[in-house]
């Protein structure tokens, strides 16, 4: 095991993983459609993002409890807690968010029956070791998206406050808990080759997926043809916050053999967090 390593799992198992009571209030009479820069395309992006989440945490949350029977680390049984807790959460708050943008017209009530049937076709068929692989890629994309979100002030500019603070909050427990679900696979399941093809196959699906929904909003919006619209995700994409550059380095870590999340060491960014909003109740 390398150095690198080592470390890298000493810090995985010193990470403490609180849940917090949230209490987002999204007035949706005081967040104009494009909340994000006035932007089209940044906003039905993020939008698109919301609405995979509620039936994605849940995914998760199953995926580590069906192989937490595996584990044998009371500190990484501890973390798995933490780590439930928070995804309960973010379900729960993104689901209020998705509830808001009903009220622009966007088809959520049908987004969301068909990504509920697809977790529920998921857990019948899938084995738990193939949703854990799943579960660790995309808990991957989660965390190099969240640490550009904290470390890029181009990322957040322009957001509306309201969402802007929900969206950091976000990222902030997707860093805490971007090993736990890691953690359990290399216990219970450890295979390279399963995690790898994993990666490159939620890597399609998850961009398409998102570009889906986006473009589904952008339709009802009467903005899917528009130029302006593409060009400008084409900047957020690679210029301006330059989103591709700016994960591409960490999302190729991933295909190491020796990986691990906390390689990728931004405890800082949770200290300063903490130390600003304390605000919220940790239950």
């Given amino acids: 095991m390398s150095a690198q390593l080592q470390n890298a799992k000493a810090i995985s198992s010193s ?41 994605g945490e849940r995914m ?55 990504e509920k049937k697809e977790k529920i076709w998921m857990k019948k068929w899938l084995p738990a070791s193939r949703r854990l692989a799943i579960t660790c890629a995309l808990e991957h994309f989660t965390a190099i998206m969240a640490h550009q979100i904290l470390t890029n002030p181009e990322s957040t500019e322009g957001m509306h406050p309201q969402f802007k603070e929900m969206w950091r909050w976000h990222a902030i427990e997707e860093t805490e808990h971007k090993a736990v679900a890691f953690d359990v696979y290399q216990e219970a399941i450890g295979s390279y080759w399963l995690r790898i093809f994993t990666m490159l196959t939620i890597t399609v699906l998850f961009c398409l997926r998102t570009s889906v929904v986006q473009a589904i909003f952008l339709w009802k919006d009467g903005q899917l ?15 301006k916050p330059g989103l591709v550059p700016t994960i591409w380095r960490d999302y190729l870590d991933y295909f190491r053999r020796d990986f691990h999340p906390w390689m990728h060491d931004n405890r800082e960014l949770l200290a300063k967090w903490e130390a600003e909003e304390q605000k919220y109740k940790t239950v």
């Avoid at 959460?89 to 009220?103: L, T, V």
């Avoid at 043809?225 to 957020?236: A, E, M, R, S």
Wanted: proline content about 5%.
């Fill in 15 to 55: 990470i403490e993983i609180p849940g917090r009571k949230m209490e987002f209030d999204f007035d949706v009479d005081d967040i104009p459609k494009y909340w994000y820069g006035n932007d089209a395309f940044r906003s039905t992006f993020m939008n698109a993002l919301s609405c995979l989440f509620p039936e």
């Fill in 60 to 114: 998760f949350m199953d995926a580590v409890r069906d192989n937490q029977h595996k584990i044998n680390d009371p500190q990484l049984q501890k973390q798995i807690k933490g780590f439930i807790k928070q995804e309960a959460i973010h379900g729960h708050e993104h689901a209020q968010y998705n509830d808001c943008m009903k009220k622009w017209g966007y088809p959520i009530d049908s987004i969301m029956r068909f």
């Fill in 225 to 239: 043809f528009n130029p302006k619209v593409w060009w400008n995700g084409f900047k957020f994409y690679f210029f």
